[in-house]
Structure formats: C-alpha cells, structure tokens
C-alpha cells in the first residue's frame, strides 16, 4: 500500500463559491455579513459548518450552479466540481441515454448519491460503453434532478462506507431539496450551439405553500426538449460508395453527436409538517419520464459481415433452404453493386441479399423511453418518554424505482431476410430498489452517539422484447446474424427477476476532546443474502491548530457491493474490434461457469488543512484510495469450449452461434492519489462585489493486475486502447478554473476560464492518442429588470473549442475516422460554444 503517494493533487473546487461565493460561506444580500455554511452530511452529530468538518465537504450553491447552458445536473456539477467528470458518450448504447460520471477518478457507481440525506436508487442501464472509465457501471441518474428544486448540493470528497454503506468509496453526494413553504419562481431558459444545432428549449418552476401553521409543501417541475446534435463527416468508406455511383447511402452515414431528447418531465416534491409532540412527519419523491433518440454505427452494404458479407465475399440467402442453389452469385462484392446486377441476382426472387432491400446500407437509432420514481416517508424528532428518553429518532422508509425501455429503429433481423421488421421494441431493463431505516442519536455533553440499522431490497428486472427482435429466423443456418441487429433484444430465456436483501447496523461516536480537537470513529456490519457479509470503520478528526489554521484527517475502509445487474444481465451490443463491428453477448458469470462476482473493497488515507487569511479562505485536503476486486467487464472473446458447454447447461439459447462474449469479474486493483484544495477571496471592486474562485486539480490512478493491463502496452492484442490506458490517461490528471463574479445592484456577471490538461482521447472505443492540454471560457450577464423578473444571456464555451482533433493517420485514414472529427471522450464534450437566454420571475 503507497502511503507515501498521498501528494499533490490539487483541487482548487469551484463550488458554491465556484462561482462567485467562497466555498464554507455565504453573503447575506441584506447586510454583507458572513454565514458559515451548514451541512447535515458526513456525520451523525448536529449539523455543522463546513471548517468545523473532519472531511472536506464542498456546499455548492444551487442558484450560481445553475449558471450555465445547461440544465443537465451533470453539466452544471462538471463546470463546479474539477474532480467530478462526464463525458456526452455519442454511440454508447445505454450510456447515452444516462450518462455515467467520474468522481476522484473512479467509476460512476462508487459515489454514494442522497437524496435530502436518504440513499437515492441507482439507474436501471449499465454503462456496457462507458469509454473505459465506466464499462459496465450502473450508477444513479442524476441528470432527472434539476436545480430549481435544490436548496444546495453537498459533495463529500472523502471515503464513508462505514457510515451510509456500499459505494461511497470516492464520497458522497447530497442533493437537498427546497423546504420552502411560501413564494415560488418560474424560468423559461432556451439556446443553441454555435453550429446552429442543438436547440435547447427549459420550462421550470417552483412553489412552496404552508400546510397549516407548522408544514410545508414545496413542489417543483421542469419540462425541457432539445435536438440532436452532430459533428460528423461523411465516412470516407460511404463517400467511396457515393464516388462509384451509390446512390442510396445516407449522409452523413453515421452521427457523432448528442441524442435527441424529447418531452424530458420532472416533477419533484417535497413535504414536511411539525406535530404537537415536537416531532416532524416528512415525504418527499419524483416522477421523471424522458425520450432518447440516439445513432448507432453504419452498416456498410458492402462489408458487413452476418448481414451484406461474409468473410470477402457477398452473404447470399437462398429463401427455399437450398443453400447451393444460391452458389453462383456469391462472388466478390464491388463498391457500386454491379456485380450483383450483371450476375442476374437482383432478378432471383430465391436469392436473397439485403442490397436488394436497403442498398446504401443503414445506421440503426437506439431509442429508450426512461422512467424514474421514488418517493420516501419518514418521521423524526426527539423521544420524550421511556429508555430512549432525550435521544434523537428518525424512522423512515423508500422505494425507488428506474425503467429503461428499449428500442431499436431503422435496423433488421437479418436471420429473417425479406421479412424483418424495420423498427423493434427490444425490452426493458428495471431497477427496484426498497430501504427502511432506523436512525438513533443522543448529545452526551461533548460527546456524539448515534446508531441505527437499514434494511434494503434491490432486484434487476429483464423484460423480454417482441419476438422478432431475438428470434432465430430461417436464414441463420446460412450465416445471416439473429436479433434487431446493433442491439438485440432480450429473449424470454433471459427475462426475470433478480434480488438481493441485505441489513445493515452501525454506530457512529463523535466527540469534541478539547475546544480545538475533535475526533470521531464509525463501524458498520452489512450482510448480504448473496456474497455474505462485511465490516467497515472510519477514523477521523479536526484540530484547530491556531484561530486561522485547523487541521484535519480521516481513515477508513469500504466497499462497493456488486449491483444486481452486473451479477444477471443479459446484453447484446456492437462495438469496434481491430476497426471492425463485433456484436459481442454479455452473460453472468455464472452462466459461463465463472466465480460469482465479490464486492470491491477499498483503503481510504486523507488529510488536510482548512486556512482563514483575511479575505482569503483555503482548503488543503490530500488522499489516498486502494480498491481491490475492481468489477469491470472483460474484453470480448470468443466463447471457450468449457463456456459453451456452461451456457448450454444454463439454458442460453443457441450457445453455438454466439461468437463473442464478455462477462463481469472482479479484474484488477487500483490506486488513486489526490490533493484537493478550495480558495477563494472577496472584494469590493468596481463599485461593486467582487468574489476570485481558482480551482486546480490533480488526481492520478495506478492499475494493478487482471486483463486491464495489457503488459504494459497502449493497445491490446485485438487492437483495441488498452483498459489500464483508459482508466489511468483517461482523464486530465490536471484541471482548473478560474472565476471571476461581479455583482452590482440591479447588474452581476461573471467570467470562468476551465483548464484541462493532457489525456488519452479515446474514440469508438478503440483506440486514442495523447492530447494536448485546452482551455474553454464561459460567461454570462444577468439585469434585474425589476424585483421579480431577472433577465440574462450567456455562453459556455464561448470560444467554440470542438475537443481534441482525431488523427485519422494512425489508422491510415486523411481527415476522419468512422465520420468522427473529434475525440469523443473530450472532456468539454465535442459540441463547441453554446449560447443561451434565460427570464426568470419570482413571487
């Protein structure tokens, strides 16, 4: 364990103060006093400002995260957070449609998200292409979460596994929602990209009202639709089709861009009311339902294989069975078809190719219609009678819910020749989640004691598709592919239901030494009716050095248990191998005869400096994360003598037509070293405040072991970028910004510049190069046009930067690859400069 490597990374967080307010304080409009910032997560304790925490705890304040082009929660978290990345994710299956995230560079399912302090449900997709930092996470959807219904965000940067359980290994993500019971607001924000695309239209809204004297009731909506968007060129393999007289292929052939989404509605709402005996009752939940509309790879009808070809020669089907009556015309395809016209095979009704049904090739599009719900019910207070008397309780129960259903259009059933069907409903994906929790804590004078216990029920649902998107057609005995082809859907033998129970109890001391040292220890039991069980701790502390330096640290253990989904999904997908399409099946291990899936476990070290100078405030914080038993999905691979012996065994359909497969495994170990560091300074410029925010961030991650590190090469033995690549260049191991915010009486504006340093760019999922470090600005202007109504314009990435330019020489093409311009694993996304204006009226 490399202790010694907890150095430098520095983090210089652009948080609440990112943009414009210091990062542990708020300034009160009425009279410029300074409010230290409250927090309720990372400890068990009363809630307490953000300098008096043991671990570094950013408060992100929703009103300036929310300046920004974006409405996606993913986006305005990216622009304030360096150590928390996103990619847009064009031609990633599922991953398009729920983007996974990256926070102190490790996978999107190891950071704990909450929900007003209760666990949130994770999303049913799991990120098969997730640019190698995600393959195969299934994290929460954090997109279905917008910001007017947000009183402040609250990002733990430390390990907390001993305290609220599986996947807080990188750290924890608090959403608070508004509790407001008066008064309310309304926006209405639309913008484009500088390309002319994109067009992005937001309506949202918030209301809050009493319930009767002591309650509220706070509800929120937002509706938003935006177009997709492309940064394609045409394919240099359809423009040779095109050139020789092709007149039936698309252009572009293949989109690189964001998806389409349609009709995206969220409701959030939120409810709490006082009784008589001094304890609350509280509920809060979501409806969010949004359609996606995404591109897949193009189908070349000259090099296809399993659908055009096979091998180097044309795939022709001979619809009477009689495979030999077809021999004749199975010659060497030409770009412009002419050997199939001179042949006399256009003319065969027996002989059947897919250049006489679609003759310019297709690119299929991914659609899902996504389904979020939840909702939690609670009641909480203090007990006044009894063995408990004077301790604190709180009882509450959640169920969470997320639906993908899956479509593929514009594509075939090839086994089905002539007959296939064009568009295909190809199932769903559901994840269920239930939790209770009891909850018990009591001040003894200095001293900090909490309990409590949690039960919780997660399953993975698999919904067959329609028939024809995974039968078996007449034509497979002759070599054409079976399934909607890009992404076939789920057949009966791999629907059902997985679940998974578990319980957990903990306990949790904190207690304040000396009026300048506090120290604190939790532990945490979980035992789960599939692996078994695992014990956790945390160690930590704060000492106030001196009235302007206080420093801090903790230890601990954790551990993310293996999803649901990753232990029993069955998945088709299309990726690049050696330049190629492969459709590749993913399968459980267990069906593979492989060992059953473990949790990940982890060693977090961090320790830090909080510094009051003045104006200035600063925020040190390094750490130090181990994780063994990665889980990631292997390489794809065909399927070995002893697998296909395992899937027959298991009732997989047809295990001898499968020609690739991958699987989940515990893989490979990692090391991930960080500095985190926060500053900002205020001042009365320019008639006016002025608030200075510099963020820089550094995080390097080490892989250890398994298939991921390929001996040490940059590509595998199938061509591909090798995964430790992936997962270590990746990201930039740098990042900063800079923030300047001005705010006057009636007009406030500020100007961020985002710094991002070398990485690997990766595109298709197959191969990348070095890129140079970039820089994006963005912008806006807001006038308060009277006390309710707010006008403002701005612009992100102001200066049109597309992202790292793709090299097509590396695979011997001039200007593109696969009508990719640029690196899609860029991580300002390849879009370019986006503009916007926003209204916003308060009552």
């Known amino acids: 364990m490399k202790v010694q490597q907890i150095v430098t990374s520095l983090s210089l967080v652009a948080l609440a103060g990112s943009l414009g307010m210091p990062a542990f304080a708020q300034t009160s409009g009425d009279d410029n006093r300074v409010m230290e910032e409250v927090v309720t997560v990372g400890s068990r304790t009363k809630p307490r400002s953000v300098t008096e925490s043991p671990v570094p705890v950013d408060v992100l304040n929703v009103n300036d995260l929310a300046k920004s082009g974006s409405s996606d929660m993913l986006d305005l978290l990216k622009g304030s957070v360096p150590s928390f990345n996103v990619h847009d994710q064009p031609i990633s299956d599922a991953a398009s449609m729920i983007r996974p ?14 929900l007003n302090g209760k666990r949130r449900h994770r999303a049913s997709v799991i990120a098969f292409q997730g640019g190698g930092l995600n393959d195969g996470a299934q994290g929460p959807d954090i997109s279905v979460i917008p910001s007017i219904a947000l009183k402040q965000v609250e990002v733990l940067r430390d390990g907390a596994a001993a305290q609220y359980g599986s996947d807080a290994i990188a750290g924890v993500m608090n959403f608070v929602l508004k509790d407001d019971a008066e008064g309310g607001s309304l926006q209405v924000k639309s913008g484009e990209f500088f390309e002319g695309d994109g067009q992005t239209t937001i309506m949202a809204g918030n209301y809050g009202m009493p319930m009767t004297d002591s309650g509220f009731l706070n509800l929120s909506f937002q509706m938003k639709n935006a177009d997709d968007t492309s940064r394609s060129v045409q394919r240099p393999d359809a423009q040779a089709m095109i050139d020789a007289g092709n007149t039936s292929v698309p252009v572009p052939a293949q989109i690189w861009g964001s998806p389409k989404i349609e009709d995206d509605l969220t409701l959030f709402g ?25 591109g897949f790879y193009y189908r070349n009808p000259n090099g296809r294989d399993g659908v055009y070809t096979t091998g180097d020669v044309r795939l022709v089907g001979a619809l009477d069975g009689n495979a030999a009556s077809c021999d004749a015309y199975r010659t060497t395809p030409l770009a412009d078809g002419s050997d199939m016209v001179t042949s006399g095979l256009m003319a065969d009704d027996n002989c059947f190719v897919f250049n006489k049904m679609i003759p310019g090739g297709y690119t299929p599009r991914f659609i899902g219609d996504i389904t979020d719900t939840s909702i939690t019910a609670g009641r909480r207070g203090e007990l006044t009678d009894g063995y408990l008397k004077g301790w604190n309780f709180d009882l509450s129960a959640s169920v969470g819910r997320n639906e993908a259903d899956f479509g593929l259009n514009n594509t075939i059933n090839p086994s089905f020749g002539p007959d296939s069907k064009r568009d295909f409903d190809t199932g769903a994906y559901i994840q269920l989640e239930k939790t209770l929790n009891a909850d018990l804590q009591k001040q003894f004078d200095t001293l900090s004691l909490a309990m409590g216990a949690e039960w919780r029920e997660e399953s993975f649902q698999i919904v067959a598709g329609e028939g024809m998107s995974w039968q078996v057609g007449p034509l497979a005995e002759q070599g054409f592919n079976i399934g909607s082809h890009g992404f ?3 057949s009966i033998d791999s629907a059902g239901t997985a679940e998974r129970r578990n319980y957990a109890l903990y306990v949790d001391v904190e207690n304040q030494l000396t009026d300048d040292l506090l120290v604190g220890g939790a532990l945490r039991y979980e035992d789960f009716d599939t ?5 956790n701790y945390k160690l930590v502390f704060n000492w106030q050095l001196s009235e302007n330096i206080a420093w801090r640290g903790s230890h601990s253990t954790g551990f993310r248990a293996p999803t649901m989904g990753q232990a029993s999904v069955v998945n088709t997908q299309t990726s690049i191998v050696g330049g190629q399409l492969t459709q590749a099946q993913t399968l459980p291990a267990t069906k593979l005869g492989e060992a059953e899936l473990m949790p990940e476990e982890s060693v977090n070290f961090a320790t830090g400096l909080v510094i009051s100078a003045g104006a200035v405030d600063l925020t040190v914080d390094a750490y130090y994360i181990e994780v063994e038993d990665r889980i990631a999905l292997t390489d794809n691979a065909a399927p070995t003598d002893a697998q296909r012996a395992a899937m027959a065994l298991a009732g997989v359909p047809n295990p001898e037509l499968i020609g690739q497969i991958n699987y989940f495994a515990n893989d ?3 090391e991930t070293t960080g500095l985190d560091v926060v500053a900002t300074y205020g001042a009365e ?7 200075f925010s510099l963020a820089y961030n550094w995080t390097k991650t080490e892989v ?3 298939d991921a590190t390929c001996g040490g090469a940059f590509v595998n ?14 990201l930039p191991e740098h990042r900063a910004s800079f923030t300047v915010s001005q705010n006057w009486d009636k007009l406030s504006a500020f100007v961020r510049t985002n710094f991002y340093g070398e990485y690997v760019g990766v595109h298709a999922d197959w191969f990348g190069e070095q890129l140079d470090p970039e820089f994006t600005v963005d912008m806006e202007v807001s006038y308060q046009a009277s006390e309710a109504i707010a006008l403002t314009a701005g612009a992100s990435n102001l200066f049109d930067n597309m992202g790292g330019k793709i090299d097509g020489s590396i695979v011997g093409e001039a200007d593109n690859v696969l009508g990719g311009q640029y690196y899609e694993t860029s991580p300002y996304g390849i879009a370019g400069g986006f503009y916007y204006l926003k209204a916003s009226y308060e009552f």
């Open 685 to 691: 410029l320019l008639g006016g405040a002025t608030d």
């Open 668 to 670: 490979f170990d990692t």
């Open 270 to 294: 939120n409810f709490g009311i006082d009784l008589k005996d001094g304890t609350e009752i509280y509920a809060f939940g979501n409806y969010s339902n949004r359609m996606v509309d995404g």
């Open 717 to 730: 033995n199938q061509g591909e970028i090798c995964k430790a690549v992936r997962l270590e260049r990746g």
């Open 101 to 114: 995230v990256n926070m102190r560079g490790l996978s999107s399912d190891s950071t704990l998200v909450l």
């Open 531 to 535: 692996f078994g069980d695992t014990a």
């Open 488 to 490: 076939a859907g789920f």
């Open 704 to 706: 250890n072991g398994g």
